[in-house]
């Protein structure tokens, strides 16, 4: 199985899927708050029901595009250009802008800027570039199963809506108050809600937590461990890249499954 994903995101799990993917337990409902790149989602088993969602709308267009006109997306985007007009161009200047066009301006918005963050356009001295392709027909017949759910809502209500003793939920929210360009930060008290919900929760949630195990983290007698992998950011010359270090945090016992070691990371057409 190789890892894929829909777009890069400050924070994907590209490097980190094989690593994950064995901690997850058996479900028939599986469930993403922050479905992010969705690298997880497109590695997986499929479900029974499999719900994606996210709070950036924008984010939410591409999947439902990609969704339904892969064809028509990578033919608008096999047009675009690595410029700096096509990334600084703000969404709905030009006439006539459709959903697809709007899709594939928010994904170059992304794919050009420097380290995928969306605010400074990326240029390269070298030959090397980062590749938009993707597989996106692939990609498609993923999300067109009649099974998955994409949603665009707070992930308060998902886990509520969602929640039951066959649901798994996986959670990699952002990173808590950083200046990291997600369309609504995620904040403190989104941490302490969203703790609160875990709490009582019926179904298994594993959640990837990237910064320090705060002290409400500590005090609970969920399973954690700690997953590293070899970073995809540049490094210095003469210098190594930092290996990525992820925190996973479980209400079920941490013990691979037999999934484990048989899944490969691709390089093309993969994204963090």
Known sequence: MTALSLIHRVGGKVRLTKYLLPYFPEHKCYVEPCVGGGSLFFAKEPSNVEVINDIDRELIRLYNVVRYHPDEFNE??????????????????????????????????????????GQYFGYWRSSRK?????????????????????????????????????????????????????????TTQDTQDMIALLENLRGKFLLSWGGPVSLEFKRKVWKKQIVSAQSLSKAKKGT???????????????????????????????GE
């Open 76 to 117: 608008q985007l096999s047009w675009a250009l690595r410029s700096r007009v096509n990334f600084e161009d703000p969404e709905g200047t030009l006439p006539n802008v459709t959903e697809i066009h709007k899709a594939v301006r928010y994904y170059l918005k992304i794919m050009l800027s420097f380290g995928s963050r």
């Open 130 to 186: 980062a590749p938009l392709g993707r597989d996106w027909i692939t990609l498609s017949q993923r999300l067109q199963t009649s099974h998955v759910f994409i949603e665009n809502l707070d992930f308060r209500k998902i886990i509520e809506q969602y929640d039951s003793e066959d649901t798994f939920f996986y959670i990699d929210p952002p990173y808590e108050e950083t200046a990291m360009p997600y369309t609504v930060r995620w």
């Open 240 to 270: 190594s890249r930092p290996p990525v270090l992820e925190w996973i945090i479980a209400n079920y016992p941490l013990i691979p499954n037999k999934l484990a070691g048989k899944m490969t990371v691709s390089r093309g057409g993969s």
